[in-house]
């Protein structure tokens, strides 16, 4: 079956600090990829997603890439500030559906 | 549009009670589904419907019922709460995938913090 495989947090990182989150993935075909993100008392809001390999995924200075050959769909952001503290989540749909498989999620704390 | 709305926000129950969680959107999606989410376990998929009087199983289906007799709304229910059931439970919807062009996003409700003692 699919599965998605994130670092462990948490992260703890300085203001203007640059932000990367492993996310690698087991998936048949071609999956969609996701990354959600969970601020403290909310639900989970979509940041960025990807539905083919080379696709880049990006909003709010949030990067991620498709990589196929590696199965990997990692986030980056050059330059973080106190309000991306949260909880991201790497996730993935098969390629026909809509079920999502979600990994472990990781904490991210932005210390001023 | 209100999106994905949840009911109650926060609730407590003794082993062997039963409740329901509301789930209700108003955009009109075919698919919805109930996740529940446990530290360092993400969200774990528990029931799914891909339209009304349509469900399935997901990952964690024991102990839970759900219906869909309608489009709009998918309630979970409780049969008899044990302590294991003690987590945030979060209610999703789509587009499905082959209407919305294989974009396959879900947009999810605020969650329901349930705690069984």
């Known amino acids: 079956g699919n599965s998605v495989t994130q670092m462990e947090g948490p992260v703890t990182l300085s203001e203007e600090a640059f932000l990367t989150i492993n996310c690698t993935y087991t998936?048949?075909?071609?999956?969609?990829l996701f990354w959600y993100v969970q601020y403290p008392g909310e639900g989970l809001q979509l940041l960025l997603k990807?539905?083919?390999?080379?696709d880049k995924g990006s909003n709010k200075g949030f990067e991620a890439t498709y990589r196929k050959e590696t199965t990997s769909f990692h986030l980056e952001k050059g330059s973080v500030q106190v309000s991306d503290s949260a909880v991201y989540f790497c996730?993935?749909?098969?390629?026909?559906?809509?079920?999502?498989?979600f990994g472990g999620g990781t904490r991210v704390l932005v210390k001023p | 549009n209100a999106g994905v709305t949840q009911t109650p926000k926060f609730q407590v129950l003794k082993t062997g009670q039963s409740m329901t969680l509301q789930c209700a959107q108003d955009?009109?999606?075919?698919?919805m589904s109930w996740y529940r989410q446990d530290p360092g376990m993400g969200l774990r998929l528990i029931h799914y419907?891909?339209?009304?009087?349509?469900?399935d199983q997901g990952e964690v289906p024991n102990g839970y019922n759900v219906s869909r007799s309608t489009t709009e709304d998918f309630p979970l229910r409780l049969l008899s709460a044990a302590p294991s059931q003690t987590s945030v439970y979060f209610c999703?919807?789509?587009?499905?995938?082959?209407?919305?062009?294989?974009?396959?996003?879900?947009?999810f409700g605020p969650g329901t913090r349930l705690t069984v003692l």
């Open positions: 955009m009109n999606h075919e698919y």
């Open positions: 990807a539905t083919k390999a080379d």
């Open positions: 999703a919807s789509s587009p499905r995938a082959q209407l919305a062009g294989g974009r396959n996003e879900q947009f």
């Open positions: 996730a993935l749909t098969g390629a026909a559906g809509n079920k999502l498989t």
């Open positions: 998936a048949t075909g071609y999956p969609s």
């Open positions: 419907s891909v339209g009304a009087g349509i469900t």
